[in-house]
């Protein structure tokens, strides 16, 4: 029983030792855009709340900022719905 538990034991150091010894782990996968699906930024559409990926979008500059839309349509739809309430 004493040897089993000394065998153990040498396992154990052997195995520290190794760990130890051994090629550090690779590095976690922290930040790696992917191939298939590049990260981009999304932009919502406010004529009808899509959204769209930024370099897809029909940009409309205002004056405090610029918008984004889907489609030209939507953006006139938009522009055409500014000047009635509701
Ligand atoms: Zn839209």
Same mark, same amino acid.
């Given at each position: 029983?004493? +040897?089993?538990?000394?065998? $153990?034991?040498?396992? @154990?150091?052997? @195995?520290? /030792?190794?760990?130890?010894?051994? =090629?550090? $782990?690779? &590095?976690?996968?922290?930040? !790696?855009? %992917? #191939? *298939?699906?590049? =990260?981009? !930024?999304?932009? +919502? *559409?406010?004529?009808?709340?899509? /959204? ?5 979008? =029909?940009?409309?500059?205002? #004056? &405090?900022?610029?918008? @984004?839309?889907?489609? %030209? !349509?939507?953006? *006139? #739809?938009?522009?055409?719905? +500014?000047?009635?309430?509701?």
């Amino acid at each position: 029983m004493f +040897q089993l538990i000394l065998l $153990a034991w040498v396992i @154990y150091i052997l @195995y520290r /030792w190794l760990r130890r010894g051994a =090629v550090p $782990a690779p &590095k976690p996968r922290t930040f !790696e855009p %992917s #191939k *298939d699906q590049p =990260v981009e !930024e999304m932009v +919502q *559409d406010p004529a009808c709340g899509t /959204w769209v990926p930024l370099s897809q979008a =029909v940009s409309l500059p205002g #004056k &405090k900022e610029t918008l @984004y839309f889907c489609s %030209s !349509e939507c953006r *006139d #739809k938009f522009l055409g719905g +500014q000047g009635r309430n509701n």
